[in-house]
């Protein structure tokens, strides 16, 4: 079975400063796909970033940039210049392949709730 | 122009009860999706509809049946309800059930049984 891990529960940073937020992930396919998504206090979720596993190419997304370290099962999200809309929760989450056999979900991991000091 | 929406965004109601959460989508997707977020904010799939059928069925009690009038929509409803189902409950659609579909979620619908 897939997990998720984000051991960090809190995190916070200085506006304009930049924070990297962990992920850890264990699954035995070689091809998959993670992602960052944000949950700002309105509660929706909102996609952040992507990354395809077989892409060695870290994704990156303006101010936002992931490293993905394919040994590891490592997947951090860094924020750059950080505002103060950045602050909410952000989860990291894995996905398999279809042809995996298992049905394509979602499984997320518990979350890192950012705050952003002005 | 809402692209997931659902309603009611606010539910409180007594155990024992039933009730039914309505979500739509009106971005052509072909595949939607129910989460359920505890307390601790921890998210988890509770099914997933391609095209009005059933494809991902996780270890949810039968008190809960999706129901899926049609591909734009995926309704929860909730018979006998517990304190446990208390939770944040999100609709979610992609455009089909690839692995690399990014997946639009609703507002959410917080549910308070007490």
Not at chain 1, 8 to 25: D, I, K, N, R, W
Not at chain 2, 18 to 32: A, F, R
Request: hydrophobic share 30%; with cysteine.
């Amino acid at each position: 079975a897939q997990t998720v891990t984000q051991s960090q529960p809190e995190m916070s940073v200085q506006e304009a400063e930049t924070v990297t937020l962990s992920c850890t992930y264990d699954t035995s396919e070689s091809d998959y796909y993670l992602f960052w998504y944000k949950q700002p206090p309105s509660r929706q979720m909102i996609l952040v970033i992507r990354q395809e596993a077989y892409k060695q190419q870290n994704a990156t997304e303006n101010r936002f940039s992931v490293n993905f370290q394919k040994a590891a099962k490592s997947f951090s999200l860094k924020i750059s210049d950080s505002q103060l809309g950045d602050a909410a929760m952000y989860f990291c989450a894995y996905t398999p392949p279809l042809s995996s056999g298992s049905a394509r979900q979602l499984t997320f991991g518990s979350g890192t709730q950012l705050t952003v000091l002005p | 122009d809402t692209a997931v929406s659902q309603t009611p965004k606010y539910l409180v109601t007594q155990m024992g009860n039933d009730k039914s959460i309505k979500c739509e989508q009106n971005l052509g997707h072909d595949t939607m999706y129910w989460y359920k977020q505890d307390s601790k904010k921890f998210l988890k799939i509770m099914f997933s509809y391609n095209n009005k059928e059933l494809i991902i069925n996780e270890t949810v009690p039968n008190r809960f049946s999706p129901k899926s009038p049609d591909k734009a929509h995926l309704n929860l409803h909730i018979n006998s309800l517990e304190l446990g189902d208390s939770a944040v409950y999100f609709c979610a659609s992609s455009r089909t059930n690839l692995a690399s579909e990014t997946q639009y979620f609703g507002p959410g619908t917080r549910l308070l049984v007490l």
